[in-house]
Nanobody, 119 residues
Framework: QVQLVESGGALVQPGGSLRLSCAAS????????MGWYRQAPGKQRELVAT???????NSADSVKGRFTISRDNALNTVYLQMNSLKPEDTSIYYC?????????????WGQGTQVTVSS
């Protein structure tokens, strides 16, 4: 089992910045990809950004140029630096860790952290 604990969510004004962190613990398998997803009320969960253990990243068009994903493999931690926040970024942000184990795709989720962008 893998446990993911997010932190850093808060209320912030439009144009502000936040940094989310997600620490993984437990039976972490090699070659994993970690990432952030978000879900607003009444909407489906959507990709924000992912990063492989080797550092390859992928992000949604809506956050490119504003959000940066990074990870510290020694700490098993992934970060999401969010700048120029907009009200439409308001969501619960979920951390995800996934990878292949014995040919099976395994995926773990954190409990989520609330980000609210409002004046």
């Amino acid at each position: 089992q893998v446990q993911l604990v997010e932190s850093g969510g808060a209320l912030v004004q439009p144009g502000g910045s936040l940094r989310l962190s997600c620490a993984a613990s437990g039976s972490i398998f090699p070659g994993n990809t970690m990432g952030w997803y978000r879900q607003a009320p009444g909407k489906q969960r959507e990709l924000v950004a992912t990063i492989s253990r080797g550092g390859s990243t992928n992000s949604a068009d809506s956050v490119k140029g504003r959000f940066t994903i990074s990870r510290d493999n020694a700490l098993n931690t992934v970060y999401l630096q969010m700048n120029s926040l907009k009200p439409e970024d308001t969501s619960i942000y979920y951390c995800n860790l996934r990878g292949l184990v014995a040919g099976n795709l395994i995926s773990y989720w954190g409990q989520g952290t609330q980000v609210t962008v409002s004046s």
